[in-house]
């Protein structure tokens, strides 16, 4: 199979909405290949967007260089560079590039080994799972793999489970009156959003309203904010917006604040960690 290609699986999904002409064949092609994994590169322009479809296989999505938006029926997922999405087979999902984007995706088996991830994660890619990656797709694809093609296929599979889970997930409550929410925040973040304002609108207490949402999304309203400002400043830190005009266009009162809540949810100050995906990007382009 050609490097560049892009890959899908359309499930019930209308064929007719793919312009792709070689959609089928290369589906076709993925559905029957034989192994456990399947690594393939894919280039995308800024501003592709790949409709909604789904894989017989997991996908692990990985951005080496640009940002991708996934967006499934559970929420959304922002995968920048040094990070992947896990996305379980048959997850119905839709992708969009924020910038040229390099994408390199291991296609899984959902029984190629023991302890693979059961939902949807968006994961932090190790310094060994780069190489992994990078080297597997030098390999022979769609066939059994032996020797050391196989070990590196092997490693890499058991690497999954390892892989560190990042909060770049956004998930969305399944209540019309909370998602119509957590929708116009999305459009317009602000830190200053608060649980009694949101349970004003939607005619709930402080306290139902805490509940429900956690039920429904796993997440605190603050955290599920703060996940949100993350979305709106990634792509604009990677496109070399100063850091000052980014986190007060979302609303922090200082740039100090905006860059306390980054480290809390990333562990790296906003330059500390763009530069460290910038550092990684070269070395994968040697």
């Known amino acids: 199979m050609p490097h560049g290609t892009k890959i899908f699986k359309a499930g019930d999904t209308d064929l007719g909405q793919f312009t792709d002409p070689g959609l089928l064949r290369r589906w076709q092609w993925l559905e029957q290949a034989v192994g456990p994994a399947v690594a393939l590169p894919t280039e995308f322009p800024d501003g592709y967007h790949v409709p909604q479809h789904r894989h017989s296989r997991s996908q692990l999505l990985h951005a080496l260089v640009g940002v991708v938006l996934v967006t499934t029926r559970h929420g959304r997922w922002m995968v920048p560079p040094d990070h992947a999405m896990w996305i379980p087979a048959g997850t119905e999902h839709s992708v969009e590039m924020l910038g040229d984007v390099s994408m390199r995706s291991v296609y899984v088996m959902p029984d190629a080994i023991a302890g693979l991830p059961d939902g949807l994660r968006v994961v932090g890619i190790t310094d060994l799972m780069h190489s992994l990656i990078v080297e597997s797709e030098k390999l022979p694809q769609g066939a059994e793999l032996e020797g050391r093609g196989g070990l590196i296929m092997s490693l890499l599979l058991h690497e999954i489970p390892n892989l560190p889970e990042r909060p770049l997930g956004l998930p969305f409550p399944s209540d019309p009156r909370l998602a119509?929410?957590?929708?116009?925040?999305?459009?317009?973040?602000?830190?200053?959003?608060?649980?009694?304002?949101?349970?004003?609108?939607?005619?709930?207490?402080?306290?139902?309203?805490?509940?429900?949402?956690?039920?429904?999304?796993?997440?605190?309203?603050?955290?599920?904010?703060?996940?949100?400002?993350?979305?709106?400043?990634?792509?604009?830190?990677?496109?070399?917006?100063?850091?000052?005009?980014?986190?007060?266009?979302?609303?922090?009162?200082?740039?100090?604040?905006?860059?306390?809540?980054?480290?809390?949810?990333?562990?790296?100050?906003?330059?500390?960690?763009?530069?460290?995906?910038?550092?990684?990007?070269?070395?994968?382009?040697?």
């Not at 608060?194 to 609108?201: G, Q, S, V, Y």
């Not at 986190?247 to 960690?273: C, E, N, Q």
């Open 180 to 286: 119509a929410l957590c929708r116009r925040f999305v459009a317009a973040p602000s830190p200053h959003a608060t649980i009694d304002e949101w349970a004003d609108i939607v005619g709930m207490s402080r306290r139902s309203f805490t509940r429900a949402f956690h039920r429904q999304t796993g997440l605190s309203l603050s955290t599920w904010r703060q996940q949100a400002c993350l979305f709106a400043a990634l792509p604009r830190l990677a496109d070399g917006e100063p850091i000052t005009r980014v986190a007060l266009d979302l609303g922090y009162d200082s740039v100090p604040a905006f860059i306390t809540m980054f480290k809390r949810m990333l562990g790296a100050s906003p330059r500390g960690y763009m530069r460290g995906s910038r550092d990684n990007i070269r070395v994968s382009n040697g």
